[in-house]
T-cell receptor, first 113, second 114 residues
Framework: DTGVSQNPRHKITKRGQNVTFRCDPI?????LYWYRQTLGQGPEFLTY????????KSRLLSDRFSAERPKGSFSTLEIQRTEQGDSAMYLC???????????FGPGTRLTVL | DAKTTQPNSMESNEEEPVHLPCNHS???????IHWYRQLPSQGPEYVIH???SNVNNRMASLAIAEDRKSSTLILHRATLRDAAVYYC???????????????FGKGTLLTVNP
């Protein structure tokens, strides 16, 4: 399967713990995006990378959140000191610069107890 | 970000055409109109996009009003697998001159009856 992959698919953690999610984009895609989706809502943009550079961060991305894309390949999203309000589906997408279509992964569902 | 308005839900019968409307009265000249859909327990999936002219692809057609303040996604023959939430999204250009960020609303939940 050459689509966008995300790991883990599900994560249950206790409040206050740190979690890290991984996204592997489609191999030739130079843009990578993170979105968050809560129940009954559409996905909300968090941040995006062009190659290894993080070009925009939403104000939704508090200082407890950090995203990296070393070497412009896979990306990680870390949430420190998780809160119950962080419970959501975290979606990753990738695209080619100059093309409109974003390809989404299946998401990582985070539950904070 | 320019806003879109869609009905919360629509119903269709299998093998009949479906017209999903979207209003975007504050659209700017450089905003592209995108449609994505999200099947249950999956990430969103690209359907179609356009700027000014009507567009067709293997999944659907996009009809854009002449003033660009509204558009309609047309599924020519709905199947049970088309049951999903359909999002109409405007995506503007960033400083680099390309579209990037998608701002999703709540979308339209399409139910397809057998």
């Amino acid at each position: 399967d050459t689509g966008v992959s995300q790991n883990p698919r599900h994560k249950i953690t206790k409040r206050g713990q740190n979690v890290t999610f991984r996204c592997d984009p489609i191999s030739e895609h130079n843009r990578l995006y993170w979105y968050r989706q809560t129940l009954g809502q559409g996905p909300e943009f968090l941040t995006y990378f062009q190659n290894e550079a993080q070009l925009e961060k939403s104000r939704l991305l508090s200082d407890r959140f950090s995203a990296e894309r070393p070497k412009g390949s896979f990306s990680t999203l870390e949430i420190q000191r998780t809160e119950q309000g962080d419970s959501a589906m975290y979606l990753c997408a990738s695209s080619l610069r100059g093309y409109n279509e974003q390809f989404f992964g299946p998401g990582t569902r985070l539950t904070v107890l | 970000d320019a806003k879109t308005t869609q009905p919360n839900s629509m119903e269709s019968n299998e093998e009949e055409p479906v017209h999903l409307p979207c209003n975007h009265s504050t659209i700017s000249g450089t905003d592209y109109i995108h449609w994505y859909r999200q099947l249950p327990s999956q990430g969103p999936e690209y359907v179609i996009h356009g700027l000014t002219s009507n567009v067709n692809n293997r999944m659907a057609s996009l009809a854009i009003a002449e003033d660009r303040k509204s558009s309609t996604l047309i599924l020519h023959r709905a199947t049970l697998r088309d049951a999903a939430v359909y999002y109409c999204i405007l995506s503007g250009l960033n400083s680099g001159g390309s579209n990037y960020k998608l701002t999703f609303g709540k979308g339209t939940l399409l139910t397809v009856n057998p």
